[in-house]
Every structure is written in C-alpha cells, then in structure tokens.
C-alpha cells in the first residue's frame, strides 16, 4: 500500500548482513527509538515501515528483517545524506 504523508521524520541508517554500506531510508510516521531498534535487532523483528524514497513523495510500506541487520541509527531528517558507519 502506498500514500502520500508529511515531511519525513527521520533518516534511518541500516546496516545488514553482508553489505559493506548501510541502506538509508526516510522515515514517516513515528521514528523508532534506540530501545526498540535494539529490541527488534535482538528478537530478529520483522517490522513494516513507511517509507520514502530520496526525489519521491510517494510513501510506501517496508517489511524490514530486523533479524539481518547489525547496525543502525536514526538521525534527523535533512534534505541532503551525510555520515555512515
């Protein structure tokens, strides 16, 4: 399902199994806090996120394994992508 929301409300940084870069995504919505990433990551959550791409306003929902990721952060929104682990 897609839609059209607000502004993002964060970037959120993913960095998964066998990848050498972290996948960035816009968040909408709620951003998790670190508590729930650390929960998730630990359980292997598979959670849906809405999201949006970077020249796109269109959002759309995520299902994100969080059993397959070994790092993230969230940050907050900005128009241009700096930082990486």
Do not use: C, I
């Amino acid at each position: 399902m897609t839609g059209h929301t607000d502004h993002p409300v964060g970037l959120l940084y993913l960095l998964t199994v066998g990848r050498e870069k972290e996948l960035v995504l816009r968040l909408h919505g709620s951003a998790p806090t670190v508590d729930e990433l650390s929960e998730w990551m630990r359980e292997a959550t598979v959670r849906a996120l809405t999201v949006s791409r970077y020249g796109d306003e269109e959002t759309l929902t995520l299902l994100v394994n969080f059993g397959q990721v070994v790092g993230a952060r969230v940050a907050p929104y900005s128009d241009t992508r700096s930082g990486s682990f």
